[in-house]
């Protein structure tokens, strides 16, 4: 089954953390038919030089936007030039394990009623060094509809889906923060199959730069749009929307170091 990595890369990513991502994607035990990285802007020669020590081990397609239009409408864009129905997605600074991509293809070839697949990831601080825990939600597709009522269910850099399904309900949309769980909730809600693996797919980086991107006004904000999505959706009344927006915003009011005691404790 052939497939596609889909990328974005924005000009103040890590020259160094996209080399491990893109050789953790060449020394993979399944070999991608195209990998598509989309130049959300001007990236800068250090990133494209990058990537370009790759273009003769992967079968890139980079796609250059003259400007920075925001990981969704990227995203959407990239979707565009994607020759495979089936596309994984990836961040940039993250490592796939080894076998990553064999396991859902063989995993989505196996169950063709599934048309959005995830699975676990490995936490560390930004230098790879630290480990901070696993996270992952649940598997079974019925136990996804109720968890991402309170949650997202799917870790976004692990996930692969069918293009044809996602452009069906409107690909990504623009939703600051919350570009992916807001076009898994539309999955979901057009009741299509989901699931996912509870292996380890990727070692992600988080640390304390994540976990202040989750604080202030813009990412309460993306809550309360989260909520009315999920509500318009019917996923969730308006009650049970309201109330789980209040608790996922109460933990952003937090000073840093209280924050990164509460994600701590929501891994394993």
């Not at 924005?10 to 035990?29: G, M, P, R, V």
């Not at 250059?64 to 997605?89: M, S, Y």
């Not at 923060?177 to 070692?203: C, K, P």
Request: with cysteine.
């Amino acid at each position: 089954m052939k497939f596609t990595v889909l990328l974005s890369l924005y000009y103040k990513e890590s020259a160094e953390y996209l080399y491990q991502c893109l050789n953790s994607i060449h020394e993979n035990t399944l070999s991608p038919d195209q990998v598509v990285i989309v130049y959300d802007g001007p990236v800068g020669k250090e990133l494209e030089d990058t990537v370009c020590v790759f273009l003769k081990y992967l079968p890139i397609d980079v796609i250059t936007l003259p400007q920075n239009i925001g990981l969704g409408k990227a995203l959407n864009h990239g979707l565009n030039f994607c020759k495979n129905d089936i596309v994984l997605r990836m961040d940039t600074d993250d490592i796939c394990a080894p076998d990553r991509f064999e396991k859902q293809i063989c995993y989505l070839n196996n169950n063709p009623e599934v048309v959005l697949l995830g699975g676990a990831i490995k936490e560390y601080d930004e230098k790879m060094m630290i480990s901070q825990g696993i996270r992952f939600s649940v598997s079974e597709h019925h136990d996804i509809k109720q968890y991402c009522k309170k949650r997202n269910p799917f870790n976004h850099m692990t996930v692969a889906f069918r293009k044809s399904v996602i452009e069906q309900i409107g690909g990504y949309q623009h939703h600051l923060y919350m570009e992916d769980y807001n076009l898994w909730l539309r999955v979901i809600s057009a009741g299509f199959q989901t699931h996912n693996i509870d292996d380890i797919l990727v070692d992600a980086r988080a640390g304390s730069n994540m976990i202040l991107r989750r604080k202030g006004m813009n990412y309460i904000k993306s809550e309360l749009q989260l909520a009315k999505l999920k509500y318009d959706l019917n996923i969730d009344g308006f009650v049970g929307a309201i109330s789980c927006a209040a608790i996922r915003i109460l933990p952003r009011l937090l000073p840093l170091s209280l924050l990164e005691f509460v994600y701590k404790r929501l891994r394993k």
